[in-house]
Nanobody, 126 residues
């Protein structure tokens, strides 16, 4: 059974940076895709970006150029580097894992993913 655990959330001022980590345990897969999602207060869950097992990444337009997803294959850990953060980045952030999809073509929807973490809270405020 695959388990995901996010960490690294906290408070940051506008323009600041934060890195989230998603540790994966309980399974090994040669092909997969992993994604980051967020749910702002009072809003629906939305996609932030994704990475597939080929190393390709893709991002939602709202974070493109500011956020970056990377992974440590040895530790099976996923990262989300968030820079130049904005008030509207305030949300609960989740990581998710699912079967392979070439994310460079399109961002997989939430329904694509089989496994989800519990989330980590990010607050951007002055």
């Amino acid at each position: 059974y695959v388990e995901l655990q996010e960490s690294g959330g906290g408070s940051v001022q506008p323009g600041g940076s934060l890195t989230l980590t998603c540790e994966v345990s309980g399974g090994t897969y040669s092909s997969y895709c992993m994604g980051w999602f967020r749910q702002p207060p009072g809003k629906e869950r939305e996609g932030v970006g994704a990475i597939d097992s080929d190393g390709a990444t893709n991002y939602d337009a709202s974070v493109k150029g500011r956020f970056a997803i990377s992974q440590d294959f040895g530790k099976i850990t996923l990262y989300l580097d968030m820079n130049n953060m904005r008030l509207e980045d305030t949300a609960m952030y989740y990581c998710a894992a699912g079967p392979y999809m070439p994310v460079s073509v399109t961002l997989p929807p939430p329904t694509w993913y089989n496994y989800w973490g519990q989330g980590t809270q990010v607050v951007v405020s002055s």
